[in-house]
């Protein structure tokens, strides 16, 4: 039900739709894996994450690593950037 002149009543379903518009877009540019340090704490991270892994055997360690990577590729959800970033995990060095 539009109102003469005003388009669309707010919160509709064509306000949120073109609101969300320009993040689609900024996502789909998007298309390399990020490798700048974005944490401020990189050595605590690093502390946790090997914690995670004490007194586990390796079959656990490695459920929980599975685990963590899917949670973590899910929550970027674009296939190209996790597709660059397991080639770049895959390489003995980053650059």
């Known amino acids: 039900m539009h109102r ?5 009543p707010s919160g509709s379903r064509q306000t949120r739709k073109r609101s969300l518009r320009p ?3 900024r996502r789909e540019q998007q298309h390399e894996a990020d490798t700048e ?8 991270i690093y502390a946790r994450l090997i914690a995670l ?3 586990r055997s390796k079959e656990e ?10 949670l973590l590729a ?5 296939q ?6 397991m080639s770049l995990a895959g390489r003995e060095k980053l650059s």
Do not use: F, Q, V, Y
Not at 37 to 44: F, I, Q, R, T, V
Not at 74 to 78: D, E, K, M, R, W
């Open 53 to 55: 892994h004490d007194n």
């Open 4 to 8: 003469k002149g005003r388009g669309p």
């Open 23 to 25: 993040l689609r877009e």
């Open 37 to 44: 340090p974005k944490l401020a704490d990189l050595d605590g």
């Open 74 to 78: 899910n929550h970027i959800g674009h």
């Open 80 to 85: 190209d950037i996790l597709l660059e970033a």
């Open 61 to 70: 360690s490695a459920r929980i690593n599975a685990r963590l990577i899917l």
